[in-house]
C-alpha cells in the first residue's frame, strides 16, 4: 500500500509469490499487472504457468493462446505450456502431412 499501483512491482509480487507456492495471490498478481498492461508476456506467462501448477488447463491453453497471437516474445515458451496443457487434458491436435 506505500507504493503506487506499478505494473513492475506487482509483476515481482506475483513471481515471489509464486516461488513461494501462493498460487491463488499470484494468479490474482498476474491479472492486475494484465489489467494494467493487457499486453505484458510476462505476466500472461506467469499467469499460465501458475494456472497450470493449479491445473486449470484450459485456461492455461486459452492464455498462452493469445500471448501465440500477440506474437514475438516468449513464443517457445507460450508453445511449450499450451502443448503441456493439451498433453494433460489429452487434447493434442493431430498435424497433417
Known amino acids: ?12 509480487l506475483a513471481h515471489a509469490q509464486r516461488g513461494y507456492g ?4 499470484a494468479l490474482a498478481s498476474y491479472d492486475d499487472v494484465i489489467t494494467m498492461v493487457p499486453r505484458n508476456r510476462e505476466a500472461l506467462l506467469g499467469r499460465a504457468i501458475t ?8 485456461e ?6 493469445r ?6 516474445w516468449l513464443m517457445g515458451d ?6 503441456r496443457s493439451r498433453f494433460v487434458l489429452k487434447a ?5 502431412q
Open 51 to 58: 494456472l497450470s501448477y493449479l491445473e486449470r488447463h484450459q
Open 22 to 25: 501462493d498460487l491463488e495471490p
Open 92 to 96: 493434442l491436435v493431430k498435424i497433417e
Open 60 to 65: 492455461v491453453i486459452e492464455t498462452t493462446t
Open 1 to 12: 500500500a506505500a507504493l503506487p499501483q506499478s505494473p513492475a512491482i506487482l509483476l515481482a
Open 67 to 72: 500471448m501465440i497471437e500477440l506474437g514475438t
Open 78 to 83: 507460450a508453445y511449450y505450456w499450451r502443448a
